[in-house]
């Protein structure tokens, strides 16, 4: 329910979504035929934390940026993630607009045109 709302919102935001995706291979599936240039990453998709995995393969094989979008906080800990930012759950679907036109802008080499909202946790590189 929750994937189809923000799905929704970013839609009506004017962006096109492929997914949402359940499994790391519905994931990668979503990829064929399809222009991805941003992905939103669940840390826990199948129950083990492997979205940590998919944003390093999204990043490493694709060039696709991403964000995690979790109640996992805690799995984050002493990562470097290749994700470039974090919005923890539960979370307001305007700040899940705002943290992808921000992060996609970053991801771009940008400016953001808008405020992040003050959830949304950024990464560093090597942090």
Known sequence: MLAMMAEEALTDAGHAVA????????????LAGEAVDFAIVDINLEGHNE??????????????PSMFLS???????GEA???????PKPYVLDDLVLCVEGLHAVARGETPARPFPRALKLFTPGS
């Open 19 to 30: 997914g949402p995706a359940a499994t790391v291979a519905q994931a990668i599936a979503c």
């Open 81 to 87: 993630p290749a994700a470039l930012g974090f919005l």
């Open 51 to 64: 979205g940590i995995a998919l944003a390093a393969v999204l990043k490493e094989t694709y060039g696709i």
């Open 71 to 77: 109640a996992k906080v805690e799995v984050l800990a």
